[in-house]
């Protein structure tokens, strides 16, 4: 079974903290993406990486900032939280390409910035 | 830019069948999604369907696809208390670097007795 895990269930930080979110994926996927979830809003996607130190900006990507050292693991980096960044985190991967391209998802992290 | 568009709601009998639709606008999806969303947890691959199909049935859920009118649904059988959860439906883009999806706004279903 593919299992996609992220770091915290639930994350209170502080305005202007530097905030990291860490997912890991155990398939050796090539691709990984950030979503923020809010609702009304859906899914919006933030940053993606195919590939290792490989990135680039989704939809929102104000803000945000990502890293890819190691194949299985893509972190998320809010440099200086703002209360608009409170939100529900998602971490996804998927196969390069081929096929429907399923992605698998993380159980997500709520981040509230007071 | 692509817009995937959902009703934000919809209330079902326990028994009765639910229907939830979607509206994409990029035409050349070449696969489009049914994610479901339990409570507390992250999407989950419902089904899917390939672009050049105008049907999907698979146990209870039966997807139709008009590519005419970008038009996407999800029909769920005799609807199950377990069934509810938030459904979303997806496109997908084919960049030079990744496959993206674009989701919906996302449909919250809720069973009753």
């Known amino acids: 079974d593919v299992k996609v895990t992220q770091s915290s269930r639930y994350l209170v930080k502080r305005t202007g903290e530097k905030v990291f979110l860490e997912c890991v994926q155990d398939m050796d996927h090539e691709n990984m993406f950030w979503y923020r979830q809010d609702p009304g809003l859906g899914l919006r996607l933030i940053y993606f990486?195919?590939?290792?130190?490989?990135?680039e900006k989704g939809d929102i990507p104000e803000g945000y900032s990502v890293s890819r050292e190691k194949k299985e693991r893509f972190s998320l980096i809010l440099e200086s939280a703002s209360t608009n960044q409170t939100s529900m985190y998602l971490c996804a991967s998927s196969l390069l390409a081929g096929g429907p391209n399923e992605q698998f998802f993380g159980p997500g992290t709520r981040l509230t910035v007071l | 830019g692509e817009d995937v568009e959902q009703s934000l709601f919809l209330s079902v009998r326990e028994g009765d069948s639910s229907v939830i639709n979607c509206t994409y606008t990029d035409s050349s999806s070449t696969y489009l999604y049914w994610y479901k969303q339990e409570p507390g947890a992250g999407l989950q691959l419902l089904t899917y369907i390939f672009s050049n199909m105008d049907m999907k049935q698979d146990q209870r859920l039966t997807v139709l696809l008009n590519k005419k009118d970008k038009h996407l649904s999800l029909r769920i059988a005799d609807t199950q208390t377990g069934d509810s959860a938030i459904y979303f439906c997806?496109?997908?883009?084919?960049?030079?670097?990744?496959?993206?999806?674009?989701f919906g706004t996302g449909t919250r279903l809720q069973v009753t007795l």
């Open positions: 997806a496109e997908i883009a084919h960049t030079g670097t990744a496959s993206k999806l674009t």
């Open positions: 990486s195919y590939d290792v130190k490989m990135k």
